[in-house]
């Protein structure tokens, strides 16, 4: 079992919709969850960065940690065809949050104006 | 502020060759990272580096691959002999600090490397 989950895709929703990823994980010491998007051959960026569980909201974007049952989702709401990228969750459990990152194999979402 | 800068964005090669990759970190950044992304796949770290000591080299094929941060600042990662499994996309970033409080690194926009 791979420390950490996520489905490919791809996800094709329409523009507007609720947009909902997700990432399990099996290490219960991880205890810092970030969401990384990634536009076609460009580097990683940071979306959303949590430490506890519950959620956190950053204008369309919400992302939710439950610790209990090793689960960790993004929201997008109001999609739009720019939201069109590879969305990589990851997690660490080291002191900070910038090292020792394990990513999932990230979710190609299609936004289809 | 400039990003992170990397050379070369392609790179196409034979297997048993070798190839280098540099990186400029963003001004100031203490630590510097090597991922590997293979394609469909997320970032693997292969090395880690805070000023130009090695913090975490514990994923790097030490037979086949090296890192080096001179002077702290820019960062080369070599393969050699490069093997057909080495076809992949290398990022490097880096962050302010070891330990960075926000969970944020700083992404170039990466070597693709092919390996024929």
């Known amino acids: 079992q791979k420390e950490v989950e996520q489905d490919p895709g791809p996800l094709s929703v329409p523009e507007g919709a609720i947009v909902s990823l997700n990432c399990t994980y099996s290490n219960s010491a991880f205890q810092y969850f970030m969401w990384y998007r990634q536009y076609s051959r460009k580097g990683p960026e940071l979306l959303m960065y949590t430490y506890s569980s519950g959620n956190k909201e950053d204008g369309r974007f919400t992302a939710q940690v439950d610790k209990s049952s090793k689960y960790i989702s993004l929201f997008i709401r109001d999609s739009q065809p720019s939201d069109s990228a590879t969305y990589l969750c990851?997690?660490?459990?080291?002191?900070?949050?910038?090292?020792?990152?394990?990513f999932g194999k990230g979710t190609h979402l299609i936004i289809q104006p | 502020e400039a990003g992170v800068a990397q050379s070369p964005r392609y790179k196409i090669i034979e297997k048993r060759q070798s190839v280098a990759f540099w990186c400029n970190p963003i001004?100031?950044?203490?630590?510097l990272y090597w991922y590997q992304q293979i394609l469909g796949q997320g970032p693997k770290l292969l090395i880690q580096?805070?000023?130009?000591?090695?913090?975490?080299d514990s994923q790097l094929p030490k037979d086949r691959f090296s890192a080096e941060r001179l002077k702290g600042v820019d960062s080369t990662l070599k393969i050699q002999p490069a093997k057909l499994e080495d076809s992949a996309v290398y990022l490097c970033?880096?962050?302010?600090?070891?330990?960075?409080?926000?969970?944020?690194?700083?992404f170039g926009e990466g070597s693709r490397l092919t390996v024929l």
């Open positions: 990851a997690m660490t459990y080291s002191g900070g949050g910038a090292d020792g990152l394990t």
């Open positions: 970033a880096s962050s302010w600090t070891s330990g960075s409080d926000t969970g944020e690194l700083f």
């Open positions: 580096f805070q000023n130009n000591g090695v913090v975490d």
């Open positions: 001004s100031g950044h203490a630590t």
